[in-house]
């Protein structure tokens, strides 16, 4: 997420324009409008970008023919994006067809008003905010404390700097602090400080007046004054350029902004939350940050720990990314799975869990989450304090083990001539659907390797034993020798 002004998450776009190319400031303006834009230009990148994307823009000629195309597309890769069509005036009577044929809204080619596009989007905004509605864990002691430091923080003015590692939850904190605070009923604008290019980010914070360049055909508020009367969140502050950070500074201190192309100084009623996860102090040293910066933005300093430092945290942040992900649905975690998610070292914190769970998820079929459904990130698993008696988890917590043996009911278990695949190739995999495709194969080693039976090892993984030996005609068809005793 790029940008969260008004508390209203962004929404993500897929661009569809055969006619023409989307502009920089375009693209700025759009997002301006809470839409974070994916441009394409063939419908195999269209069939890529539709997995994250909330709604799909597309330009029509004078006629359908495109929207009916992509809608039988979108319905063969069973997606469900809405779609919004772009029409020239002259072409006016297509909207007619288009809103038959079921598009969510169709605008002008030419126009790009905020208002109109957040008109557009304002369904799939709601329902964003619905479906990522906050749920603060603060359950571990750590967390506790830090939670209880920030509502204190919360009601003052004075400016945050929140330090940790990515994907700790910088961002959650931030919220904390402004929902706290006697600006919670403000806005909550929110900022990725390494997301735009350096011209961008200055358009985006500070605005521009019309005509201060080429294609600033009217006014654009920056986030600072669209964050009036609540708080503005910067994120990766330590990526911010030199030049941009000298800007930051005299608007902190002035407490006003020029837009770009302006003259008039525009007063700001706006606090500033500021994070990082790099040693700032040592960007100082190393010539890359503002000392007098630093000591303008550190007022206060909350320290977030890593995941693995507060392990109360991990089970009601399963439970919470289960409850979000799979809303209709109560899915059980077993003792097993518990155990292997506390003891794990999670590098890549609370993003690498919700990864994790949501792999869970598609892996256990909506039963019950078990080690074998547990896909890592890491190529290993070193750290994770984990009882190696345990077959089942000793083998998901092995990079060494390369081989399996499937025992049987009758017989000792033999070593099998199946390797292992090994964990890089799904982490060097092309996209998403071979990564998956690789860590379920793991999966199913896993089953079999701590079941008697080919029954057995279809129940553990929640699928049928018929669709089992579907999976397994797969694994053969890579050139894998796989012989079950009978």
Not at 209 to 231: D, N
Request: charged residues 20%.
């Amino acid at each position: 997420m790029l940008v969260n002004a008004s508390s209203a998450p962004i929404v993500r776009a897929v661009w569809l324009d055969p006619l023409g190319d989307l502009s920089a400031t375009a693209q700025a303006q759009l997002l301006a409008a809470g839409i974070h834009v994916t441009p394409v230009d063939t419908l195999g990148q269209l069939s890529m970008a539709l997995r994250k994307a909330h709604v799909l823009v597309i330009r029509l000629g004078d006629s359908v023919e495109l929207l009916a195309e992509v809608q039988t597309l979108i319905q063969q890769l069973g997606h469900k994006s809405p779609i919004i069509c772009r029409v020239d005036r002259r072409h006016m009577e297509v909207t007619v067809d288009a809103m038959r044929l079921g598009a969510l809204h169709v605008l002008p080619t030419d126009e790009w008003s905020e208002l109109s596009w957040r008109a557009a989007v304002e369904p799939l905004a709601q329902a964003e905010v619905e479906r990522t509605k906050p749920s603060y864990v603060f359950a571990d002691p750590v967390s506790q404390h830090l939670f209880a430091l920030a509502q204190r923080v919360a009601q003052t003015e004075v400016t945050a700097l929140l330090v940790g590692p990515t994907g700790a939850g910088k961002e959650v904190l931030a919220r904390v602090l402004h929902e706290c605070s006697p600006r919670a009923a403000g806005p909550f604008v929110a900022f990725n400080c390494a997301a735009l290019p350096d011209n961008l980010i200055e358009d985006m914070l500070f605005g521009h007046e019309k005509g201060a360049f080429t294609g600033a055909h009217k006014e654009h508020k920056g986030l600072f004054e669209q964050a009036r009367g609540g708080t503005i969140f910067l994120d990766e502050l330590g990526e911010m350029p030199m030049h941009l950070q000298a800007k930051l500074l005299r608007v902190l201190q002035e407490r006003k902004l020029t837009r770009l192309g302006g003259e008039t100084q525009i007063d700001l009623n706006v606090r500033l939350i500021a994070a990082t996860n790099k040693d700032l102090k040592q960007a100082i040293i190393n010539k890359e940050f503002r000392e007098d910066l630093y000591f303008r933005i550190s007022t206060f300093r909350l320290q977030i720990q890593p995941l693995a430092k507060r392990p109360g945290d991990i089970l009601p942040l399963v439970q919470q990314s289960l409850r979000r992900l799979q809303p209709d649905q109560v899915i059980q975690v077993s003792e097993e799975a518990q155990a292997l998610l506390q003891t794990y070292a999670w590098p890549g914190n609370v993003r690498e869990l919700e990864n994790v769970v949501q792999r869970a998820l598609v892996l256990c079929n909506g039963s019950v989450i078990t080690p074998a459904h547990l896909l890592f990130d890491e190529a290993s698993t070193e750290g994770a304090a984990v009882d190696a008696s345990d077959s089942s988890l000793s083998f998901a917590m092995s990079r060494e083990a390369t081989q399996i043996a499937l025992p049987t009911a009758h017989a000792p278990a033999q070593p099998s001539t199946l390797a292992m695949p090994q964990r890089s190739e799904a982490i060097e995999a092309a996209n998403l659907d071979d990564a998956v495709k690789a860590r379920e194969h793991e999966a199913i080693l896993v089953a079999i390797q701590t079941t008697v039976n080919r029954t057995e090892a279809a129940k553990k993984l929640g699928i049928s034993p018929r669709t089992l030996r579907y999976k397994l005609a797969q694994l053969r068809e890579r050139g894998m020798n796989l012989a079950f005793a009978e």
